[in-house]
């Protein structure tokens, strides 16, 4: 399986983060594996976003859980991450995961 991110490099604060995962190797709706969202911050660790199962339902970090929306698009292969009202300390590279296997990951900066 390989996975392929992609998105703005650049969000306002404030604003709507929608990045996409391509998934290609295997169907994300017949496969039974879960894809997450995880990012690393300069300096600081990974930290895990949220997920959706093979079967479309989604779990979410506690502490982003109000902001954050994980969907999947079956017809087109893909996982979307929408992260709403940006923060600069939210600047990251995004990565999206799927048993085991990374995306080379997105860099996303939140500046005005």
């Known amino acids: 399986v390989q996975l392929q991110e992609s998105g703005p490099g650049l969000v306002q604060p404030s604003q709507t983060l929608s990045l996409t995962c391509t998934v290609s190797g295997e169907s994300i709706a017949t496969t039974y594996y879960t894809s997450h969202w995880i990012r690393q911050s300069p300096g600081k660790g990974l930290e895990w976003i949220g997920s959706?199962?093979?079967?479309?339902?989604?779990s979410y970090s506690p502490s982003l859980k109000s902001r954050t929306s994980i969907s999947r698009d079956t017809s087109k292969n893909r996982i979307t991450l929408q992260l709403n009202t940006l923060t600069p300390e939210e600047t990251a590279v995004y990565y999206c995961?799927?048993?085991?296997?990374w995306g080379q990951g997105t860099q996303v900066t939140v500046s005005s």
């Open positions: 959706v199962t093979y079967s479309g339902s989604t």
């Open positions: 995961s799927r048993r085991g296997c």
